[in-house]
């Protein structure tokens, strides 16, 4: 069984643009959740997106958005970035229903640098 | 709201020995916890999970943690760890019933030497 896909795995932009990340979760799960990783905060919640909708969402601003997919495949954007954005992106999959326990599957990330 | 408490940012021990991480939460309820290890530039993986039944619980690589309700604590413990055990390894809870999103500790930095 294929594991979490994450496209790009590294990326570099400047101040001000805006990035997308793309997520491929498990086949046959149709949750994905999103965290931001950074030294200093650990492992940050940003939003989880089950059968095309949104349906859990940490404390971020506005700036950072996602969406997915009819086949479960999911995106995340971050529009006017800040030096702050440098991160490690993780995407996870899981079931999001039925015997779920909170269990999730990682990808690999997508290590993204702001300059 | 949940809270995850890894009590130690960096754990460096010698190859072969013993060695215990830390983890406490918040929570009275009833809860599901789970220890994940991410080794360098990959994602995280599920090194052990417990859901209910016995309190100790063997996961991957040799690890084993104790669920103890009274203590609010899930300690990740190894007899002897190897150079290959050099990770960052996190603490994580959900809630039965709730939303399930878990809830991460801070991870702490395990450090094998040789």
């Known amino acids: 069984k294929a594991g979490v896909t994450q496209t790009p795995r590294y990326l570099i932009k400047t101040r001000g643009q805006q990035v997308t990340l793309s997520c491929s979760p498990i086949?046959?799960?149709?949750?994905v959740s999103w965290y931001q990783q950074t030294p200093g905060q650990g492992l940050q919640f940003l939003f989880e997106?089950?059968?095309?909708?949104?349906?859990n969402k940490g404390n971020f601003p506005g700036r950072f958005s996602g969406r997915q997919f009819s086949n479960s495949r999911s995106e995340m954007n971050v529009s006017t970035l800040e030096l702050g954005d440098s991160a490690l992106y993780l995407c996870?999959?899981?079931?999001?229903?039925?015997?779920?326990?909170?269990?999730?599957?990682f990808g690999e990330g997508s290590r993204l640098t702001v300059l | 709201a949940q809270s995850v408490t890894q009590l130690d940012s960096q754990v460096p021990v010698f190859e072969e020995a013993p060695v215990e991480l830390r983890c406490n939460y918040s929570?009275?309820?009833?809860?599901?916890l789970f220890w994940y290890v991410q080794y360098p530039n990959q994602g995280l993986q599920l090194l052990l999970k417990?859901?209910?039944?016995?309190?100790l619980v063997k996961g991957i690589n040799g690890f084993e943690a104790e669920f103890n309700k009274s203590q609010t604590s899930f300690h990740l413990r190894k007899p002897s760890v190897h150079i290959s055990d050099t990770a960052e390894y996190f603490c994580?809870?959900?809630?039965?019933?709730?939303?399930?999103?878990?809830?991460f500790g801070r991870g702490t930095s395990l450090i094998v030497h040789p």
């Open positions: 996870a999959s899981s079931l999001g229903t039925g015997t779920f326990t909170g269990e999730l599957f």
């Open positions: 086949s046959g799960h149709r949750s």
């Open positions: 997106y089950f059968s095309e909708t949104q349906r």
């Open positions: 929570s009275s309820v009833s809860v599901y």
């Open positions: 417990y859901l209910s039944g016995s309190t």
């Open positions: 994580a809870v959900s809630e039965p019933g709730g939303s399930y999103i878990p809830t």
